[in-house]
């Protein structure tokens, strides 16, 4: 394990790259959590989920990152979780259920597009900036997957990227799919930069 002084030195690609391999390597734990089970005993909704995973992924690394609820983004958006190093925001991530809740009057695209559209916030510079307004090159997307499989969401997310009217370019690229699935896609922002969203998958059902 890096010590402190060695993650001080690390250059931000590098820390995110830490924090990709962390996400993936503790998520497939979280189902057997002692903070899903605390943390989910009452409700079971998109903002519990969230809090047991920040929780838990917070006390495996024993604060080395520290994963936070609901940080401010651009105006009053404010995005699922921040990832903090210290005191710096160095990772954002827009946290959705699939398949949507259907008594939440939600568009059942919301993981690409529409109103509260997960990818979406990103191409639209709403989500995806550090506390001083900085763009991050990279951000996430977790997927609280409550019905059928990951293939079938993978076809039904870049069907949707199609269904905007977006390139093909930016659909899904699966990374690997096993206990969870890991995938990738990168966007083009409205002010012509670039965004690569690492997308984490885990059944919660």
């Known amino acids: 394990m890096s010590s402190p002084s060695t993650f001080q030195n690390l250059r931000p690609s590098n820390l995110v790259g830490e924090l990709l391999e962390y996400i993936g390597s503790e998520l497939p734990n979280f189902l057997d959590s002692e903070e899903l089970i605390e943390i ?4 079971k909704n998109e903002n519990q989920h969230s809090l047991a995973l920040c929780t838990f992924l917070t006390n495996q690394c024993k604060a080395r990152f520290n994963f936070q609820r609901e940080n401010a983004q651009k105006s009053s958006s404010t995005v699922d979780i921040g990832v903090y190093k210290g005191a710096n925001l ?3 991530i827009e946290a959705k259920v699939l398949p949507t809740p259907t008594s939440s009057k939600r568009n059942d ?4 597009y529409g ?9 639209n510079e709403d989500h995806g900036l550090d506390n001083k307004g900085n763009l ?4 996430g997307m977790i997927g609280y997957i409550k019905e059928q499989d990951f ?9 949707w990227i199609s ?10 690229v699966k990374i690997s799919i096993g206990g ?14 670039k965004v690569t969203l690492h997308h984490f998958w885990i059944y919660v059902n």
Do not use: C, M, Q
């Open 90 to 92: 160095i990772f954002t």
């Open 136 to 139: 991050f090159k990279e951000s």
């Open 115 to 123: 109103k509260g559209g997960g990818i979406e916030r990103f191409k």
């Open 151 to 159: 293939d079938l969401w993978f076809s039904k997310i870049n069907n």
């Open 163 to 172: 269904d905007a009217s977006w390139p093909k370019s930016e659909h899904l």
């Open 109 to 112: 695209h919301e993981y690409v």
């Open 40 to 43: 989910l005993s009452i409700k």
């Open 180 to 193: 969870t699935a890991r995938f990738k896609s990168e966007h083009l922002r409205k002010g012509s930069s």
